[in-house]
């Protein structure tokens, strides 16, 4: 889609007077940032050639209406700071209520956010007491919810009980230091953990445990500093539903192993 914009031409008429005329010249092609850390199969490196399902959704939706998806790599805690900022346009993979985001209605899937072990520990999880001794890793602002989230908040100034990291690698810096015996556990999305285990070649070392709590779902939030907001939701939220009719979303979905979640 051509946005025309409005420029002034110099106009030399008789007697030396310098008149401005405006003129209509068509902008560039409207462009949509979106930017988060790799949280595959959801979003993954921005140099793949499977970008990630939610960033091949974004861009199957948006570019018949005449726009480019610039998809970035951000670490996530500056992600979600450019987003309220209005400096993009929207971040991958946000859980719901973030404040200074507008949410549109139609998900990119759920998120469980579960426990990574080492595949030797017996450890399971019968509730906080049972973290008690333990040192775990997580990336920097994950909104984990219920009493495990209360845990996480309430010892995130304690490296010795929660380890935070952050950066386009966190995920991925956290696996290798639970196999170095650096954490205990890992907390992240269920499906983030398995495809870091299998794409690291740890799949054998490590093992899930489950934390309890359900699947929620998870969005590409809009910044709503922006004014194009209200637009880009409306055409998000049709173009999903004809994504899913059509079965286009299927056959996307399909290239990461991943079925549709409703």
Not at 45 to 66: C, I, L, N
Not at 122 to 134: D, E, M, R
Not at 253 to 258: E, H, K, N, P, T
Request: glycine letters at 10%; a negative charge; aromatic letters at 8%.
């Amino acid at each position: 889609m051509h946005l025309l914009s409005k420029c002034w031409a110099v106009s030399l008429v008789m007697g030396g007077i310098v008149v401005l005329l405006p003129v209509e010249v068509a902008a560039e092609t409207a462009t949509i940032i979106l930017g988060g850390d790799p949280y595959c199969p959801v979003n993954c490196e921005a140099e793949s050639s499977h970008q990630g399902f939610a960033v091949d959704m974004a861009r199957a939706v948006f570019k018949p209406k005449g726009y480019t998806v610039d998809y970035q790599i951000i670490p996530w805690t500056r992600a979600v700071a450019q987003g309220a900022a209005g400096e993009i346009n929207g971040i991958v993979g946000a859980s719901p209520g973030k404040p200074d985001y507008s949410y549109p209605k139609q998900s990119v899937g759920t998120e469980k956010f579960v426990f990574m072990a080492r595949a030797s520990d017996p450890f399971t999880y019968a509730g906080i007491a049972s973290l008690q001794g333990k040192r775990v890793g997580i990336v920097k602002d994950y909104e984990v919810s219920g009493p495990l989230g209360q845990f996480v908040k309430d010892n995130q100034n304690n490296p010795a009980v929660i380890d935070t990291v952050s950066g386009a690698q966190a995920g991925e810096l956290n696996l290798k230091k639970l196999v170095g015996n650096r954490l205990d556990l890992v907390i992240d999305n269920e499906s983030t953990l398995l495809y870091l285990a299998k794409t690291l070649g740890l799949g054998h070392d490590l093992k899930v445990v489950d934390a309890g709590g359900e699947p929620s779902p998870i969005y590409i939030a809009f910044s709503s500093a922006r004014s194009e907001t209200p637009t880009l939701i409306r055409i998000w939220d049709e173009g999903v539903s004809e994504l899913r009719a059509s079965g286009e979303l299927a056959k996307i979905l399909d290239a990461y192993g991943i079925r549709d979640w409703q």
